[in-house]
Every structure is written in C-alpha cells, then in structure tokens.
C-alpha cells in the first residue's frame, strides 16, 4: 500500500474553477485589441505557458502586446468574484492535508500575477508550502521542471507524492516525474476531456479523493 506524504497539485481546473474567467478575459482582449473572435477551444489550445505569453505569442497586433496584457490581468481581478465561487470542498481537503502534516505544492502554467489574485481572492493563503507557476519555469507541463523542483524543495520521496491535476498534460508531467498521478474532473470546467497519458487515480468528488488520502496517509 503507498503512502501520501506529498500531495502536489495544478491549480486551473483543478482547485478553482478559473478557466471560464481566464477564457472569458483572454477572449476579450483578443476582441478589443486584435478583432479576433475566439472560441472556448481556441484560448484552451494556447494554454501552456502563462497568460501573458500566451497573448504575447498570438497577438497579431504587436504593438498593443503591453496593453492587451494589462487589460488581461486588470479584466482577471475585476471579474474574478463573478466568474469564480469559493468551493469549501476544496477548502476543507486542503485544510485537511495541512492539519495532517502533509506538504502541500503547486505547480501551475498560470502566471504568479493572476495567481496571487486568485489567492487573495479564495483565500488560499498560506496553505501551500511550496508554489511554482508558469512563469517561473523554463520549459510549461507537460515538462516536469516544476514538480522536480517541487520535490529537491519538500526533500520528497517520489513513492510517496502524487500530483493531481485535470489536464492530461498534468498526468504527463507526473509520470514524468517518477510520481504517483490523479486526473480530476471535480469542478464544473476542465481542461482535457480524455487522459490518455493513463493517471493511477480518476477522480470527479472531492470526497473521493479524501476517502483514498484516508487509506494511504
């Protein structure tokens, strides 16, 4: 039987349901800056590195780069409260793992900019031991730069971590890693809709994941 003493996790998709608001924000400074109409699967094949060189990369209209990026995070706090409701599953798993001495990581292709918004704004604070987002790597998941170096950080021994994510890039970047991996489907938005990279665990409650943590802590 494993045992989980490091628990790492994305964070879009994954501990909030921030992909609507990203795909909304990112949808309108493409309208306003480029004239360009995206669709939902259109912003979802950008993802990878951080928002800003994600608009940095397929802005047609180079010299409004800057303005659109602004715009973006500027349009990511603003609306943040309406697209994204505090879950208190998610809340409570997290407090859960920290009441149980577990080290908490993240690894996140978000920029630390819109991170820390979210943070801030679900009250996430201090609850992770360890955070690494997008624009902080040098190569975006599913290169598993970041959890490597979530690992050398925690002293961590690969058998007993898992990282879970809802993207099947996340499933790759574990394997990757030599960890122990989950797919989730628990929020209302998820990046990917198949994982064939094969995840150990597939995961759509919250509480299926407290009930197996329970067994193997």
Do not use: C
């Not at 797919?183 to 995961?203: I, R, T």
């Amino acid at each position: 039987m494993m045992q989980l003493r490091n628990v790492l996790f994305d964070f879009d998709g994954t501990l909030a349901n921030t992909l609507p608001l990203t795909i909304f924000a990112v949808q309108s400074v493409f309208k306003q800056f480029d004239g360009q109409t995206l669709s939902t699967d259109g912003v979802v094949a950008m993802f990878g590195p951080p928002e800003d060189k994600m608009i940095e990369k397929n802005l047609k209209n180079r010299a409004a780069v800057s303005d659109a990026i602004e715009q973006y995070f500027e349009l990511y706090e603003k609306e943040h409260e309406h697209y994204v409701e505090k879950n208190h599953e998610i809340f409570n798993m997290l407090h859960m793992l920290k009441e149980q001495g577990i080290k908490i990581g993240l690894i996140t292709g978000k920029a630390r900019r819109s991170f820390i918004i979210s943070e801030n704004k679900l009250g996430f604070n201090h609850l992770f031991d360890s955070v690494i987002t997008g624009d902080e790597v040098s190569v975006p998941k599913p290169d598993p730069e970041g959890i490597k170096r979530t690992l050398e950080k925690f002293g961590a021994d690969p058998q007993q971590t898992i990282y879970i994510g809802d993207a099947n890039g996340d499933i790759l970047a574990g394997k990757a890693a030599g960890i122990h991996t989950a797919a989730v489907q628990w929020l209302e938005m998820s990046q990917s809709d198949s994982y064939p990279a094969k995840p150990e665990f597939y995961w759509t409650q919250i509480g299926q994941f407290v009930d197996f943590f329970k067994k193997v802590y």
